[in-house]
């Protein structure tokens, strides 16, 4: 039942951008954010992002807190 959020999918290419135009601005780090092609909305089903052009390895866990879309975001920087 698509009224459940069973079939939405969240823009891959908004997820990229909130991340990048919020996250890494926040914390300093220059980069690109490349996330999964396909991400269904659901509680729980959480993804990861990378972040490419960074100075450093850096990926970004993304937790969905509810089947609306809201998300969560958690920054892991490997060193050098």
Not at 58 to 67: A, G
Request: net charge positive; with cysteine; proline share 5%.
């Amino acid at each position: 039942d698509p009224s459940q959020g069973g079939g939405q999918r969240a823009s891959t290419g908004q997820v990229e951008d909130q991340i990048e135009q919020r996250l890494l601005k926040l914390v300093r780090i220059e980069g690109q954010a490349e996330c999964p092609p396909e991400i269904k909305i659901r509680r729980g089903n959480d993804f990861t992002c990378k972040v490419v052009g960074a100075s450093r390895p850096v990926t970004v866990e993304v937790t969905q807190k509810d089947n609306q879309g809201n998300l969560g975001y958690k920054i892991s920087a490997g060193s050098r």
